[in-house]
């Protein structure tokens, strides 16, 4: 019930696509969904986040859809870069803790 | 205003001595979490502390790790006797806030990658 199942593990893309991850969870006490994004050697960095009293978050090239009924959430990257190339996890907390997906390596293909 | 910063980034023990991990929280900030990130995996919670505090340590492995935030100075995350299965990317986190559930970005430091030989 504290798990965030992320789907795909990889994902390429060409440049110039969509990349879309997905994220599923069975805890209805989640009430906020960031998204991080992790360059190798790096520490996650928060990308965007959204409650689930809207359904939809846009900032610039990235989206998160929330589709409260069906408990998940996925994110969109529009006209992906070669520098979006990293690895994206979704969260969701839990108490003082955040409850991590697994991760999903997206790769952007010139 | 620096970021979380973490030392070492690197750090290289044989089986059975002591790690420290030290993290410094972002400027103002008074919460600081740690996580363990094996590879390819996402982050596990391992602690969250404030000042002289620890307020879950749920998920700490309950021998050979501790973990403490003083007064002044630095976090620390110590590991005893370390054991291979040891070795994987530490990371701390702060928050200025301990606000409602979730509202309160955790920004991350560049993390101590622990090989044990």
């Known amino acids: 019930q504290q798990q965030v199942k992320q789907s795909p593990q990889s994902l390429i893309v060409q440049k110039g696509g969509i990349s879309i991850i997905n994220c599923a969870y069975e805890n209805t006490a989640f009430d906020y969904f960031p998204w991080y994004q992790q360059f190798p050697g790096k520490g996650p960095a928060l990308l965007i986040a959204i409650r689930p009293d809207v359904s939809e978050k846009k900032e610039g090239r990235f989206t998160i859809s929330f589709n409260k009924s069906a408990k998940q959430f996925s994110l969109h990257i529009m006209d992906s870069q070669p520098g979006d190339s990293a690895t994206y996890f979704c969260a969701a907390p839990l108490s003082y803790q955040l409850i991590w997906g697994a991760g999903t390596k997206l790769i952007i293909k010139p | 205003n620096a970021g979380v910063m973490q030392n070492p980034r690197h750090l290289v023990r044989r089986r059975g001595q002591e790690a420290r991990l030290r993290c410094s929280p972002m400027?103002?900030?008074?919460?600081v979490y740690w996580y363990r990130q094996l590879p390819e995996e996402g982050l596990k919670f391992m602690v969250y502390?404030?000042?002289?505090?620890?307020?879950?340590e749920s998920g700490m492995p309950k021998e050979r790790f501790s973990a403490e935030f003083p007064k002044e100075g630095p976090s620390i995350l110590r590991i005893q006797q370390v054991v291979r299965g040891d070795s994987a990317a530490y990371f701390c986190?702060?928050?200025?806030?301990?606000?409602?559930?979730?509202?309160?970005?955790?920004?991350f430091g560049p993390g101590t990658r622990l090989t044990v030989l």
């Open positions: 502390l404030q000042k002289e505090n620890i307020i879950d």
């Open positions: 400027k103002g900030h008074s919460h």
């Open positions: 986190a702060s928050s200025l806030n301990r606000g409602p559930i979730g509202t309160d970005t955790q920004y």
